[in-house]
């Protein structure tokens, strides 16, 4: 059973910056994939960027060109750079990995941007 613990949400004003840790433990098998994925009030969960073991990167494109994911592979950790945050990027963040055939998933941490 894979365990992620996500820190770093909070409230920030637009056009400011946030850094979100996901960091997972537990586990047999090699975590592969990792993700962020955000839910907002009355939307469904969407993507907002995924990471592969090898580097591999995709994002949403409502988020390209202002969030960076990255990720220590030593560490299976992942992070989530958001740079020039805009209220719709308002949601719970939740981090997700991909071991063998299993999704897990993180508590959520509430990002909140003020205009």
């Known amino acids: 059973q894979v365990q992620l613990v996500e820190s770093g949400g909070g409230l920030v004003q637009a056009g400011g910056s946030l850094r979100l840790s996901c960091a997972a433990s537990?586990?047999?098998?090699?975590?592969?994939?990792m993700g962020w994925y955000r839910q907002a009030p009355g939307k469904q969960r969407e993507l907002v960027a995924g990471i592969t073991s090898g580097g591999s990167t995709n994002y949403a494109d409502s988020v390209k060109g202002r969030f960076a994911i990255s990720r220590d592979n030593a560490r299976n950790t992942v992070y989530l750079q958001m740079n020039s945050l805009k209220p719709e990027d308002t949601a719970v963040y939740y981090c997700n990995a991909l071991s063998t055939s299993t999704y897990y998933w993180g508590q959520g941490t509430q990002v909140t941007v003020s205009s």
């Open positions: 537990g586990g047999r098998f090699s975590i592969r994939s």
